[in-house]
């Protein structure tokens, strides 16, 4: 198990750092947030104990930076902030645990231990719809045995849609999901969006996947 700790105090860093090896755990350490994300983002680590309080990029900006690039790695925040607010804005975010400081190293195993455990062993598994795979893990797309380059926006929105697939989609859950924004003013980037998608995956290809719901949305499904 290897774990990431972004922490600036690095007396506490340490305390922390020492202790999980201790117990097994290989750890590796950023002081700063941007540094810090810049290990998360690798997507190597089976668990990120992620301070608030931090220099150049603060705890929760890393945080929904991570889960915007569909870094889904555990996350306990670490925060000195009682603040219940900052708790509801953390999980909000995508964190999985919390733990305000200061507090005993115990603790900070046992919740370490928990959400280890709430993360399978095998990585995530393959979404497929017909001959088309997404690998979550890898973020690798294939039609048949050819490989499809997408961008992290198409990657997103494909990624949706097959978590759905036979359900229809509207351009609102569409935005809601895959841009996090208001629907106003989305409609237009959304089908503009389908059709790029849809061009790499369907063109040429005698079953298409992407369907228009005309005056609904979109499904994706084998026909
Ligand atoms: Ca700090």
Do not use: C
Not at 16 to 30: F, N, P, Q, W
Not at 31 to 55: C, F, K, Q, R, V
Request: proline share 3%; hydrophobic share 40%.
């Amino acid at each position: 198990m290897r774990l990431l700790l972004v922490e600036d105090e690095m007396k506490v860093s340490r305390f922390i750092k020492k202790g999980l090896e201790e117990e097994g755990y290989a750890v590796d350490s950023a002081s700063d947030g941007e540094t810090g994300l810049a290990m998360g983002l690798d997507g190597i680590h089976d668990l990120i104990i992620l301070d608030i309080n931090l220099p150049v990029k603060d705890g929760l900006a890393v945080l929904s930076h991570l889960r915007q690039k569909n870094v889904s790695t555990p996350v306990l925040l670490l925060t000195v902030r009682a603040a219940i607010e900052d708790k509801v804005i953390g999980l909000d975010t995508g964190a999985d645990d919390y733990l305000t400081k200061p507090f005993a190293f115990q603790e900070l195993l046992a919740r370490v231990r928990a959400l280890l455990r709430r993360q399978p062993e095998a990585e995530r598994p393959l979404l497929k719809v017909a001959d088309l795979t997404l690998d979550p893990a890898r973020r690798i797309v294939f039609r048949g045995e050819k490989k499809i380059e997408l961008t992290t926006k198409e990657f997103s929105l494909l990624d949706y849609f097959m978590r759905n697939s036979e359900r229809v989609l509207t351009r609102t859950m569409i935005a809601e999901h895959v841009w996090d924004y208001d629907f106003d003013s989305m409609t237009n980037v959304i089908d503009v969006y389908v059709n790029y998608l849809r061009k790499k995956i369907d063109t040429d290809r005698q079953k298409k996947l992407i369907h228009t719901v005309r005056g609904v949305g979109y499904v994706l499904k084998v026909e």
